[in-house]
């Protein structure tokens, strides 16, 4: 009897030790990943301007007498870099700018701008070579392609928990009390002033830092491809308008070469034994025709023409616009410049409608120059977070160990906190193995080690 009056009743949530030990190592890893997304994501909100300002040298170019044809300005295009075949030609900005036509090379493409009148070639920039472009690549795979890539979703699905607790440790407790909650209290000493700091940042952008987490997945390498595993087997597939790692983006550059046309036998006989005599049969004459067609259109800029992989075949026109709630895709006959297909945002499935507003959203183009501001006001936030969380940390940490909390006596994990982390584990694969691995090195090494078992503040063996 006296066994039951004592029984506790099972806990609901998870106590306020346990997820500040979560909130703590969550921060430990992910918070150098952290101030280096919001550096090389402030710079990348702004690309439209930044790449308007570097290809000034070419938007203002002086153009007296007939134009050359498309046809001869890309052939151009394609002998300033051998080998290569037509891509993309781009619309210019304006009367006064140069074309620029990228053209592919194996998995290789390169920017070629060229005099509209002479034909004369004014610069061959290689794509990965183009600053906002490295930029990308810093950001969304630190340089290292698709390993670096899955090595920046761990670090944002470890900071989806880190902010998730933090709003959770931030919630206030105690009844009418706004210093430390909405404002930081400037004059209560170092230790709460960055307390405050921190934990009023977090008050500010934790929601919109969530937001910029979650829409910045579909580009990752591995929750990229397991999104459109998901919906293959939802029966929803498309293809995405976006790369999933450098690998994706090679597979794409690949894809749009033309296919070449195997001659036959009789064909063959005519050339000497050992020749290579395949050669791609796709015209670019059609190509004034169709841009007469595009061009009063007015599609939201930058837009993008293309030549079909076979001979015969539609080609396509689209916006590429970063804001993709604007864009259009086009097919066009090229006999006739006439548009056959038109696809705007609208009749796009729902998912692909939900993810690609997210994406413009996350790039700081779905609502203009607020939207990039709004960005970096987030990222200004986030930096703000970390070095005050470092600053925290460093002024209470104490000698001889690392500083994190120390477990409850007694572990008892609720049933709705192992829910929500096998929810989450499912919902970021990368978090769940990185949970699972993490916990098979704490048990089978991390507490058999006395030293570091108690220098990381590990529970006993």
């Not at 402030?42 to 170019?61: G, M, T, V």
């Not at 090379?105 to 920017?111: D, F, I, K, L, M």
């Not at 105690?174 to 934990?199: E, I």
């Given at each position: 009897?006296?066994?039951?009056?004592?029984?506790?009743?099972?806990?609901?949530?998870?106590?306020?030790?346990?997820?500040?030990?979560?909130?703590?190592?969550?921060?430990?890893?992910?918070?150098?990943?952290?101030?280096?997304?919001?550096?090389?994501?402030?710079?990348?909100?702004?690309?439209?301007?930044?790449?308007?300002?570097?290809?000034?040298?070419?938007?203002?170019?002086?153009?007296?007498?007939?134009?050359?044809?498309?046809?001869?300005?890309?052939?151009?295009?394609?002998?300033?870099?051998?080998g290569s075949n037509l891509h993309f030609y781009q619309l210019p900005r304006s009367a006064r700018s140069a074309a620029q036509i990228i053209v592919g090379r194996g998995a290789n493409?390169?920017?070629?701008?060229?005099?509209?009148?002479?034909?004369?070639?004014?610069?061959?920039?290689?794509?990965?070579?183009?600053?906002?472009?490295?930029?990308?690549?810093?950001?969304?795979?630190?340089?290292?392609?698709?390993?670096?890539?899955?090595?920046?979703?761990?670090?944002?699905?470890?900071?989806?928990?880190?902010?998730?607790?933090?709003?959770?440790?931030?919630?206030?407790?105690?009844?009418?009390?706004?210093?430390?909650?909405?404002?930081?209290?400037?004059?209560?000493?170092?230790?709460?002033?960055?307390?405050?700091?921190?934990?009023?940042?977090?008050?500010?952008?934790?929601?919109?830092?969530?937001?910029?987490?979650?829409?910045?997945?579909?580009?990752?390498?591995?929750?990229?491809?397991?999104?459109?595993?998901?919906?293959?087997?939802?029966?929803?597939?498309?293809?995405?308008?976006?790369?999933?790692?450098?690998?994706?983006?090679?597979?794409?550059?690949?894809?749009?070469?033309?296919?070449?046309?195997?001659?036959?036998?009789?064909?063959?006989?005519?050339?000497?034994?050992?020749?290579?005599?395949?050669?791609?049969?796709?015209?670019?004459?059609?190509?004034?025709?169709?841009?007469?067609?595009?061009?009063?259109?007015?599609?939201?800029?930058?837009?993008?023409?293309?030549?079909?992989?076979?001979?015969?075949?539609?080609?396509?026109?689209?916006?590429?616009?970063?804001?993709?709630?604007?864009?259009?895709?086009?097919?066009?006959?090229?006999?006739?410049?006439?548009?056959?297909?038109?696809?705007?945002?609208?009749?796009?499935?729902?998912?692909?409608?939900?993810?690609?507003?997210?994406?413009?959203?996350?790039?700081?183009?779905?609502?203009?120059?607020?939207?990039?501001?709004?960005?970096?006001?987030?990222?200004?936030?986030?930096?703000?977070?970390?070095?005050?969380?470092?600053?925290?940390?460093?002024?209470?940490?104490?000698?001889?160990?690392?500083?994190?909390?120390?477990?409850?006596?007694?572990?008892?994990?609720?049933?709705?906190?192992?829910?929500?982390?096998?929810?989450?584990?499912?919902?970021?694969?990368?978090?769940?193995?990185?949970?699972?691995?993490?916990?098979?090195?704490?048990?089978?090494?991390?507490?058999?080690?006395?030293?570091?078992?108690?220098?990381?503040?590990?529970?006993?063996?």
């Amino acid at each position: 009897m006296s066994s039951l009056t004592t029984a506790q009743p099972r806990r609901i949530l998870p106590t306020y030790r346990t997820i500040w030990r979560w909130h703590f190592y969550a921060g430990l890893f992910c918070i150098p990943f952290v101030i280096w997304l919001s550096i090389t994501g402030s710079i990348y909100l702004f690309r439209p301007q930044i790449e308007a300002w570097l290809d000034r040298p070419y938007d203002d170019l002086r153009i007296r007498g007939p134009r050359a044809s498309l046809k001869t300005q890309v052939e151009a295009a394609i002998q300033a870099v051998p080998g290569s075949n037509l891509h993309f030609y781009q619309l210019p900005r304006s009367a006064r700018s140069a074309a620029q036509i990228i053209v592919g090379r194996g998995a290789n493409e390169y920017r070629v701008y060229i005099h509209p009148q002479t034909s004369r070639v004014l610069q061959v920039v290689n794509e990965d070579k183009r600053p906002m472009t490295v930029v990308f690549h810093l950001h969304g795979e630190l340089l290292m392609g698709d390993w670096g890539s899955r090595i920046v979703e761990l670090a944002a699905s470890w900071a989806i928990i880190m902010l998730l607790t933090g709003m959770f440790l931030w919630w206030p407790r105690g009844a009418g009390r706004l210093g430390g909650v909405l404002y930081p209290r400037l004059s209560s000493g170092k230790r709460v002033l960055w307390r405050d700091l921190h934990a009023v940042a977090g008050l500010w952008v934790s929601g919109l830092a969530l937001f910029l987490l979650f829409t910045g997945l579909p580009w990752a390498s591995s929750w990229g491809k397991y999104l459109a595993l998901v919906r293959t087997l939802s029966n929803t597939t498309s293809n995405p308008d976006w790369t999933m790692g450098s690998s994706s983006e090679a597979a794409a550059r690949t894809a749009r070469n033309p296919v070449l046309d195997v001659e036959t036998p009789s064909q063959h006989a005519a050339h000497t034994i050992g020749s290579v005599s395949s050669a791609p049969s796709i015209s670019y004459a059609p190509l004034d025709k169709i841009v007469g067609s595009v061009a009063p259109l007015r599609l939201a800029y930058p837009v993008l023409i293309a030549p079909p992989a076979r001979s015969g075949q539609p080609w396509t026109a689209k916006s590429d616009a970063q804001n993709r709630t604007v864009r259009v895709n086009l097919a066009i006959d090229p006999a006739t410049g006439r548009i056959i297909k038109r696809e705007n945002f609208s009749q796009l499935q729902w998912i692909d409608r939900v993810v690609e507003t997210g994406v413009a959203a996350h790039e700081g183009q779905l609502f203009g120059l607020s939207n990039q501001l709004l960005g970096v006001l987030t990222a200004v936030g986030l930096i703000l977070m970390s070095i005050s969380s470092f600053k925290m940390w460093w002024l209470r940490r104490p000698q001889g160990v690392l500083g994190a909390p120390l477990p409850e006596p007694r572990h008892e994990s609720t049933l709705l906190f192992v829910a929500v982390i096998v929810a989450f584990g499912i919902y970021l694969p990368m978090l769940g193995l990185s949970i699972v691995a993490v916990r098979f090195v704490e048990l089978l090494v991390l507490r058999r080690l006395p030293a570091t078992r108690h220098w990381l503040g590990l529970a006993g063996a």
